[in-house]
């Protein structure tokens, strides 16, 4: 049998235009349509014509190759600018550009702010063609590491010791220097390199200390003074808390926002609120899960009339814990605003805890607990049992109510297939396990761009292949 054998020297010709690189049917081209349907004076990137000096590129061709880079996994400057010369889809998305990697860097450096518009275009276009509806929609949050080691994440207190060991090292080195000069011995050239070394260390960490006083951070990170330490399954590391909103009709990405907080308590009125205003107007339900449950951030929710389904941690677990005095065996007398124990004893309104945002409730008499039977198991208090009432423990109820009903169940089962999905397409097909920039602005963009790039590739698929989502996109302008 004959073995099929290189030969570098025969002879093959590329077609004469750029335009046949690639065929009708390449994903490039879905990519290129998408970008070229976008405004992007409205993302805040201009074309200035009449620029003196040495021409720029067109910022239309640079973000093209920004997002269709990033569909690739690809999200290095360098690796971007060797694509230029060895992809045929990559030659003809820019036309024959090929601009340098520090060029590349800068324009996704100096437009941070137009690139978390991005996905909010893309968004506005997907609801002109029907693909997002913005009925339901499913929120979740993952951690993605920072380009931040987290050794070098230090305590405010360390920093000052560190800044104190470096400004002893620079009275040496001077003091050295001086020395040296007076002896008219040994070179002062190293002496001088070692000395700036130490003042730009110094500086480096007064900037970080004043972020940190200015902030109030108990730590901070000298890379990325940004970031922040978490701990996942893969262990603990600095970087950044992921969040993305997703809507029920085709799983398509609503709004995409990266946060430096290292849980999701807090994070669910302003996720909802932010895919809101991408969809100019109100969904009608909300679903996350129980890593959002806060019952006074939600209420910023409900308060617009949208239903909420969140489940408490105790609903989510397998196999709770019962406890034969918790909160739920006190029933709630709201005619005298008290709680009736158990045993038939009343427990009285006591105060507001402000802090914690509860109603504290305590046992009228104390001998009443001193003297029952289960006093060490309820209670081991001297003062007596106390209840403590969420601000909004109504809206609890509600919530709890509404996660368990069949609608609610239906909902959130399909929580996991349309917002989980994406994380594993950045973490996974996007190499998006970290973030390549360094900075919470700058990361918001890079995490536009991955949202961006999934919304594209599910467009394709439900738009009927690259010809047809080309032909859509162009037929609207």
């Known amino acids: 049998m004959a073995i099929k054998s290189p030969d570098r020297y025969q002879m093959t010709a590329l077609p004469a235009a750029v335009e046949d690189y690639v065929s009708p049917d390449d994903p490039v081209r879905a990519y290129d349509a998408m970008i070229d349907a976008m405004d992007l004076e409205e993302l805040g990137i201009f074309k200035e014509w009449k620029k003196v000096g040495n021409s720029p590129y067109d910022p239309t061709c640079m973000l093209k190759l920004l997002v269709y880079g990033y569909s690739y996994g690809w999200r290095s400057s360098r690796k971007l600018e060797r694509a230029l010369y060895h992809n045929l889809s990559f030659i003809w998305l820019m036309g024959g550009l090929r601009p340098d990697h520090k060029t590349i860097s800068n324009f996704r450096k100096n437009h941070k702010k137009s690139l978390r518009k991005v996905l909010k275009q893309s968004v506005r276009i997907c609801i002109e063609l029907d693909l997002i ?90 890379t990325d003074t940004d970031a922040v330490n978490y701990k996942s399954r893969q262990g603990s590391h600095s970087g950044y808390n992921a969040q993305i909103v997703t809507d029920e009709k085709n799983g398509l990405i609503v709004s995409a926002d990266v ?32 890593g959002f449950f806060n019952v006074n951030d939600i209420k910023k929710i409900t308060d617009q009339e949208i239903d909420v389904i969140v489940p ?84 609890k109820e509600q919530l709890g109510s509404l996660y368990e009903s069949d609608e609610g169940q239906e909902l959130y089962k399909k929580r996991k297939e349309k917002v989980e999905l994406p994380f594993g397409h950045f973490k996974r097909t996007l190499n998006g396990g970290a973030f390549l920039v360094r900075g919470l602005e700058a990361v918001k963009g890079e995490f536009s761009i991955f949202a961006n790039c999934f919304n594209i590739a599910r467009m394709i698929t439900l738009l009927g292949g690259v010809p047809q989502m080309v032909k859509v996109l162009q037929a609207r302008g």
């Open 133 to 222: 509806e913005g009925n339901h929609l499913f929120l979740d949050g993952s951690k993605i590491r920072g380009n931040a080691s987290i050794n070098q994440t230090r305590s405010k207190k360390k920093w000052e010791e560190k800044l104190s060991e470096i400004e002893k090292r620079i009275d040496a080195i001077i003091e050295e220097s001086e020395k040296i000069d007076q002896e008219e011995s040994g070179s002062l050239v190293k002496m001088t390199d070692e000395l700036k070394d130490a003042q730009k260390l110094q500086n480096k960490i007064k900037s970080i200390l004043d972020k940190a006083e200015a902030e109030k951070l108990d730590k901070i990170n000298s």
């Open 259 to 290: 946060v430096n907080e290292n849980n999701d308590a807090n994070q669910f009125s302003n996720q909802i609120d932010q895919a809101n205003e991408n969809l100019d107007k109100n969904c009608q339900t909300a679903v996350s899960d129980a």
């Open 312 to 395: 408490s941690q105790k609903q989510v677990l397998k196999h709770p814990k019962e406890e034969p005095f918790g909160k739920d065996k006190f029933k709630y007398d709201p005619s005298n605003n008290e709680y009736i124990c158990p045993m038939g004893k009343a427990l009285y309104y006591s105060y507001f805890s402000k802090a914690k945002r509860q109603h504290k409730y305590r046992m009228k008499r104390e001998a009443d607990c001193l003297e029952c039977r289960h006093f060490g198991t309820c209670t081991t208090s001297k003062r007596g049992r106390t209840i403590s009432r969420l601000e909004n423990e109504e809206l």
